[in-house]
């Protein structure tokens, strides 16, 4: 009789047909071992065989992004992928938790927001891709508010001086 001896599921034989089935929420190795017995039917002659299957599941969530910089009309984001469940995680998707509407494909865990409209809070949050599927949302970032940075002014001049009186430019 066929048993699991590592991870969680069933498995079930028929005839030389034998059905592996993982619990829904199980990922990583399964492992089950089978005896086979010969026409002869003598146990001696009995040969035990294992299964090993990779069971893959959709990514877990990363963490909450951490805005690294607010520039004119951007944010950047940094953050940790989730673990990936067996399939490597193909892309990042950051979409706006509060504030306007923003959508962005990223390829890394770091990624420039972009289109933001300035002196607006945002905060974003991610999702993590793979061929399974897409993870759960991560938790939010903290509130971003992208502006232009102002220039630095010039030096001031003087214009006229008289005793106890100066005029600035």
């Known amino acids: 009789t066929p048993v699991v001896t590592s991870g969680k599921g069933s498995i079930d034989v028929e005839g030389d047909q034998v059905a592996i089935t993982p619990d829904e929420e199980f990922h990583g190795i399964l492992t089950a071992t089978y ?3 010969d026409d002869t039917e003598d146990p001696a002659r009995d040969a035990t065989g294992e299964i090993r299957v990779t069971v893959r599941g959709k990514p877990e969530a990363p963490s909450a992004p951490r805005v690294a910089e607010v520039g004119d ?3 950047d984001l940094n953050f940790t992928p989730g673990v990936d469940n067996g399939a490597r995680i193909t892309g990042y ?3 706006s938790a509060s504030g306007p509407p923003v959508s962005q494909e990223c390829a890394s865990t770091s990624c420039t927001i972009t289109g933001l409209t ?3 809070e945002y905060t974003f949050q991610v999702i993590a891709i793979n061929e399974v599927g897409e993870s759960e949302p991560s938790a939010p970032s903290a509130t971003a508010r992208p502006d232009v940075r102002p220039e630095t002014p010039g030096a001031p ?3 006229t001086m008289e005793r106890n ?3 600035l430019l």
């Open 35 to 37: 005896k086979v017995r």
């Open 73 to 75: 009309g951007i944010v």
């Open 93 to 95: 998707r950051v979409t």
């Open 165 to 167: 009186n100066l005029d």
């Open 157 to 159: 001049s003087a214009r």
């Open 118 to 120: 300035n002196d607006v």
